[in-house]
């Protein structure tokens, strides 16, 4: 017997919606738009239980970055699972953890000298929250206990991250449960007024920051915010210069500066860290206080994020007394696999010239998406690195556009997920000329099949709204 959406009771996507639920959906939705059953990777593509296959246009939720099943990251994988799958990181220590937290501070000069291990992006969030907060307490300073985040940032569902994150639909129902933050002007340049610049834009929100932080400096910990793209409101871009005003003013009003490179990091913006892009060109690299990675750093394989600290910081929890240590923890922290998984990343990046070819990825995907330079349909045509976003403008959405822009997609061997009226490209770093025209013109095609059946659409507005999906 057929169930919702016309599937077999036995078919895989049937099982899941009676058994599993989805993360990011209205499970109401999700019957009558069932969950792709996808049985196996490789490459950038993803294959459903018909055989059809999709391109991962987002890097399944930027994770991926060198495609489904690598047979390098597979390999490394595998000598890992023979030697050593997982030990407990207290009281105990390996190779992997020990090898990437100096990897990984050796790509920031030294200047981040340690690694805190943790599972995913939120808990990295809250990690570096609470170790912002205790670091201040440890120097005597406890009154330092509030946050600034920007408006429009994202930094994880925890309780914790969602304290400092400004996109409703994640945030309102839990609100009455989070501790109170300051939030500022969000340096997107989509805001920039007539004649002005994106690093205009910038700097004007540097100085409702400046404004905030000479008022209330005394009592706030730390500034969080996601370096050059805010991506879960809609990949909002900005200019470098809002990443020096912010190091600038943390430093004159001492206070912590968080740089949530979860989405942003492992060479996505077109430098490992985001942050590096900070530095004008031939000035020394500036560097936040607490960095915060996930996503990509393990290849999409397994969980694993992690908090790169300065020394000073660490250096404020070493005490005598237990109590000023920092005793955070989970079961799971610095998993052996997980960590080797991630060097394996590392060592892709360092054996194929990934950021250098990274650009030249960039330039062939852009020139391909080049008509939408003209399309009067859409707005704000952006990139950075490895990111592409078009907003589609708001007369021409219709209901539902998220929703029917993903199942157009479907069609035309595309998965894609837009945020909102926002469509985005974030996929594996394996694009070549031929890939690149390829995802070029199924992207817009489906603009033109979603756009064209908009306005007969608009006749069934009854229908509840959407919810934004990354």
């Given amino acids: 017997m057929p169930e919702a959406g016309g599937m077999p009771a036995t078919s895989l996507a049937s099982r899941s919606l009676a058994a599993v639920w989805h993360p990011c959906t209205q499970m109401q939705r999700a019957a009558a738009v069932p969950p792709l059953a996808i049985v196996r990777g490789e490459g950038p593509w993803l294959f459903d239980d018909t055989g059809r296959r999709y391109f991962d246009t987002s890097s399944s939720w930027w994770v991926n970055l060198f495609g489904h ?31 990437l937290a100096e990897r990984l501070s050796a790509l920031t000069d030294g200047v981040l000298g340690h690694c805190f291990f943790a599972s995913d992006g ?4 809250e990690i570096a929250l609470k170790m912002s907060f205790h670091y201040w307490r440890n120097r005597g300073h406890a009154t330092k206990r509030e946050f600034v985040c920007l408006r429009q940032g994202y930094h994880g569902e925890t309780l914790g991250a969602l304290a400092v994150t400004d996109v409703a639909v994640f945030r309102d129902a839990y609100d009455p449960l989070l501790m109170r933050s300051h939030q500022v002007m969000s340096p997107d340049a989509r805001q920039a007024l007539p004649g002005e610049t994106a690093a205009d834009v910038a700097l004007r929100a540097a100085a409702e920051l400046q404004a905030l932080l000479a008022e209330s400096h005394e009592h706030i910990a730390a500034l969080i915010l996601e370096p050059l793209v805010q991506g879960a409101t809609g990949m909002a871009m900005h200019d470098p210069a809002y990443l020096r005003a912010a190091r600038a003013l943390c430093d004159q009003y001492e206070v912590l500066l968080i740089a949530d490179e979860i ?27 607490l960095t915060c990675l996930s996503k990509g750093i393990s290849g999409g394989y397994l969980p694993l994020s992690l908090v790169l600290s300065r020394d000073r910081i660490y250096e404020a929890f070493l005490d005598d007394d237990v109590a000023r240590g920092f005793l955070h923890s989970h079961s799971y922290t610095g998993n052996a696999l997980a960590c080797r998984a991630a060097l394996a990343v590392l060592d892709r990046f360092k054996q194929d010239d990934v950021l250098r070819h990274n650009r030249q990825h960039a330039a062939r995907l852009t020139a391909a998406l080049a008509p939408l330079k003209t399309d009067a349909r859409i707005e704000h045509l952006r990139q950075t690195g490895m990111i592409w976003a078009f907003d589609v403008c708001e007369p021409l959405v219709g209901p539902r556009f998220a929703e029917r822009f993903h199942l157009a997609g479907r069609e035309r061997e595309l998965l894609i997920r837009p945020i909102g009226r926002t469509v985005y490209l974030m996929p594996p770093y394996l694009l070549d000329e031929r890939l690149s025209s390829w995802l070029a013109q199924r992207v817009l095609a489906t603009l033109d099949d979603v756009l064209n059946q908009t306005f007969t659409d608009l006749d069934n507005a009854d229908r509840p709204p959407e919810p934004p999906t990354a």
């Fill in 122 to 125: 939120a808990s990295a969030v």
């Fill in 69 to 99: 099943a690598d047979a390098r990251i597979n390999a490394a994988l595998k000598d890992q699972l023979d030697t050593l799958p997982h030990v407990m990181l207290a009281g105990c220590t390996h190779a992997p953890a020990v090898e």
């Fill in 263 to 289: 989405a942003v990091g492992c060479g996505r913006t077109g430098t490992f860290f985001a942050f590096e892009q900070a530095a004008l060109p031939g000035q020394p690299h500036i560097w936040p206080d």
